[in-house]
């Protein structure tokens, strides 16, 4: 059995104590070096490169990233669109 992790970011808001994600996650990674590396990247192309957040609505809703990277045993049943099982 391996480990892999399985990374989700979140859109959360200061002001309402919520966070939110989208049906692209959680996406599934080899080892913690690349999901903590996709997290960085997905958070910032989340809310400021892909256009769905204005200054405004983070401002106004204090908006901020939030990502988790969980282990999780891989029994060969871990497949997304990122992993293919042969």
């Known amino acids: 059995m ?3 992790f399985l990374l989700t970011v979140y859109i959360c808001s200061a ?3 919520d966070c939110y994600t989208n049906k692209d996650y959680p996406k599934v990674f080899d ?3 690349d ?3 996709a997290g960085l990247s997905d958070s910032y192309e989340i809310i400021y490169a892909e256009g769905n957040f204005t200054k405004e609505d983070i401002n106004n809703n ?3 990233p939030k990502f988790t990277c969980i282990p999780q045993e891989d029994e060969g049943k871990i ?3 990122l992993t293919v099982k042969n």
């Open 2 to 4: 391996s480990i892999k």
């Open 79 to 81: 497949v997304t669109r």
């Open 15 to 17: 002001i309402g104590g």
């Open 35 to 37: 999901c903590i590396r």
């Open 31 to 33: 080892d913690h070096h």
């Open 62 to 64: 204090q908006l901020y």
